[in-house]
Antibody, heavy 122, light 113 residues
Framework: QVQLQESGPGLVKPSQTLSLTCTVS??????????WSWIRQPAGKGLEWIGR???????DYNPSLKSRVTILVDTSKNQLSLKVTSVTAADTAVYYC??????????????WGQGTLVTVSS | DIIMTQSPDSLAVSLGERATINCKSS????????????LAWYQQKPGQPPNLLIY???TRESGVPDRFSGSGSGTDFTLTISSLQAEDVAVYYC?????????FGGGTKVEIK
């Protein structure tokens, strides 16, 4: 059974870089069977897809965030990472990693990690 | 981007009664590649991540109770809970995966009347 767990600092100062890690168990990035995404949810609000990583190392990013986002994978640790630069209060959200599932390249998401809250504040 | 609009924002339904949630996309999410609609539904309970209920607009995910059903085509979709149970209190989201980027509806909160 695939499980995903996000981790990282819960507090980031404005203008700094948000860095999160998603550790995957029960599946392997190198298997090439799936893509893996980051999705965020501001408190009390809806969901926004941030971007995805393919097994090939290719990435897709939401155009609304593309200039500030980088997704990387460490296959030796089976970890997906997310970096968002120049953060503002608008980046305060629960950040989820999730496995893409479906016809590719655009998919639904299953399963999701439990999420990690990141607050941007000085 | 394809805009997903859900209605109502919230609804209160008596236990055992039917709950109906609507989702409208700003353009068709029907794909001729397999004659399916690229529409998924999720349930999110407080403090938990979204949980996949339905994909291809009407295919129920394994383990999802059959009181949950999805319908619709093109731009108009519905999630129906045929007989609301206490454990169904949650926020429900639709998501389209036809266009890039994938986008979600704003959510519908379901409560017990």
């Amino acid at each position: 059974q695939v499980q995903l767990q996000e981790s990282g600092p819960g507090l980031v100062k404005p203008s700094q870089t948000l860095s999160l890690t998603c550790t995957v168990s029960g599946d392997s990035f190198s298997s090439g069977n799936y893509q893996w995404s980051w999705i965020r949810q501001p408190a009390g609000k809806g969901l926004e897809w941030i971007g995805r990583m393919y097994a090939s190392g290719r990435t897709d990013y939401n155009p609304s965030l593309k200039s500030r986002v980088t997704i990387l994978v460490d296959t030796s640790k089976n970890q997906l990472s997310l970096k968002v630069t120049s953060v503002t209060a608008a980046d305060t959200a629960v950040y989820y990693c999730a496995r893409d599932f479906g016809p590719s390249p655009n998919n639904w998401f299953d399963p999701w990690g439990q999420g990690t809250l990141v607050t941007v504040s000085s | 981007d394809i805009i997903m609009t859900q209605s109502p924002d919230s609804l209160a339904v008596s236990l055992g009664e039917r709950a109906t949630i609507n989702c409208k996309s700003s353009q068709s999410v029907f794909t001729s590649s397999n004659n399916q609609n690229c529409l998924a539904w999720y349930q999110q309970k407080p403090g938990q991540p979204p949980n996949l209920l339905i994909y291809w607009a009407s295919t129920r995910e394994s383990g999802v109770p059959d009181r949950f059903s999805g319908s619709g085509s093109g731009t108009d979709f519905t999630l129906t809970i045929s007989s609301l149970q206490a454990e169904d209190v949650a926020v429900y989201y639709c998501q389209q995966y036809f266009g890039f980027p994938v986008t979600f509806g704003g959510g519908t909160k379901v409560e017990i009347k």
